[in-house]
């Protein structure tokens, strides 16, 4: 069976400071990688997408970015990380297929930039 | 741009009575639609889907409705449970679309 890794569970974090938040996922290949952030008070923002191997769409600009080393690995990062960070990170997979679109998302990692 | 709306940011339902939570797009492209569940520090769980063929679909106490006229869909919970406290998000999907588009949430509570 499939099941999707993301770590850590809760981050704080200085501003200017760098992040890496990780997800990995087992059971399947060639799945198509999501990385949500959900602010308070808010819905699901998507932000960067990846449907293979260094392919990675970015949704919004901001002050991270995304890299996919390895076909089941999605890493979601900062050089510098800002106040307006903060939130809860969200990574998600996706194989789809007629009738089958819906995301498997991780437990998320909640981020609070101080 | 938001093609997916749910204009309720919350719903309070007694309960054992009907929960209805609407969802709203304005793409005529998207022909699949599911809902998720989110509880609090958690990632959003799938709960049910409906293709852009069918207008009805039920599972257990979860059916939802789609009115593709109106770009309209909707989820009823009936009976309501204390366990069904949470943040429901619509979603959407293009055809040969790779992403879901999500409505805001709704956050539903069922007083005991």
């Known amino acids: 069976s499939q099941t999707i890794h993301q770590w850590p569970a809760t981050l704080v974090q200085p501003v200017g400071s760098p992040l890496s938040l990780e997800c990995t996922v087992e059971g399947t290949s060639n799945p198509n990688l999501y990385w949500y952030r959900q602010a308070a008070g808010r819905g699901l923002q998507l932000l960067f997408y990846?449907?293979?191997?260094?392919?990675i769409s970015s949704e919004v600009p901001q002050n991270l970015s995304a890299s996919r080393p390895q076909d089941r690995q999605f890493i979601l990062s900062s050089k510098k990380l800002l106040l307006s960070d903060s939130g809860f990170y969200l990574c998600?997979?996706?194989?789809?297929?007629?009738?089958?679109?819906?995301?498997?998302f991780g437990s998320g990692t909640r981020l609070t930039v101080v | 741009d938001q093609q997916v709306k749910q204009n309720s940011p919350s719903l309070s339902v007694q309960e054992g009575r009907i929960s209805i939570l609407n969802c709203d797009y304005t793409n005529s492209m998207f022909d699949y639609f599911l809902w998720y569940k989110k509880y609090p520090a958690e990632g959003p769980t799938f709960l049910i889907s409906?293709?852009?063929?069918?207008d009805k679909n039920e599972d257990g106490r979860f059916t939802v409705f789609l009115n593709k006229s109106a770009k309209h869909l909707s989820l009823h919970i009936v009976p309501s449970q204390p366990g069904d406290s949470a943040v429901y998000f619509c979603?959407?999907?293009?055809?040969?679309?790779?992403?879901?588009?999500f409505g805001g949430g709704t956050r539903v509570l069922v007083k005991p």
């Open positions: 998600a997979w996706s194989q789809p297929r007629a009738g089958h679109y819906g995301y498997t």
């Open positions: 990846s449907v293979g191997i260094g392919q």
């Open positions: 979603a959407a999907h293009k055809a040969a679309g790779n992403k879901l588009t």
């Open positions: 409906i293709s852009s063929i069918k």
